[in-house]
């Protein structure tokens, strides 16, 4: 499976962005999908999630309200819509999946990860 994330850029406060990850080959083995970022100087963290059947989410409390994650599965992609942007979203954003349907989102289960893609946003 090959993950690609994009989309990224720079958005003043306030503003939007929303991101893509297209995945392609063994696309069939993938069950859900998960946006997770990493700061400078910060460690990754999980920032949202989707499961591809059921289509439920998961959101780090920071980014409720703010953000939308959804998939659109005839073209194995992921969508993260991200409103009302902060300066403290700045960050690389990854897009990572696997096989499992499960609530935890630990970085170290997921087997598979994209290129990250920039966001900066200006206050």
């Known amino acids: 499976v090959q993950l690609q994330a994009s989309g990224g850029g720079l958005a003043q406060e306030g503003g939007s962005l929303r991101l893509s990850c297209a995945a392609s080959?063994?696309?069939?083995?993938?069950?859900?999908v998960g946006w997770f970022r990493q700061a400078p100087g910060k460690e990754r963290e999980f920032v949202a999630g989707i499961l591809k059947n059921s289509g439920i989410s998961y959101y780090l409390d920071s980014v409720k309200g703010r953000f939308i994650v959804s998939r659109d599965n005839a073209k194995n992609t992921v969508y993260l819509q991200m409103n009302s942007l902060k300066p403290e979203d700045t960050a690389i954003y990854y897009c990572a999946a696997d096989g499992q349907v499960t609530t935890s989102w630990y970085q170290s289960v997921m087997d598979y990860w994209g290129k990250g893609t920039q966001v900066t946003v200006s206050s």
């Open positions: 080959g063994r696309t069939y083995s993938i069950s859900r």
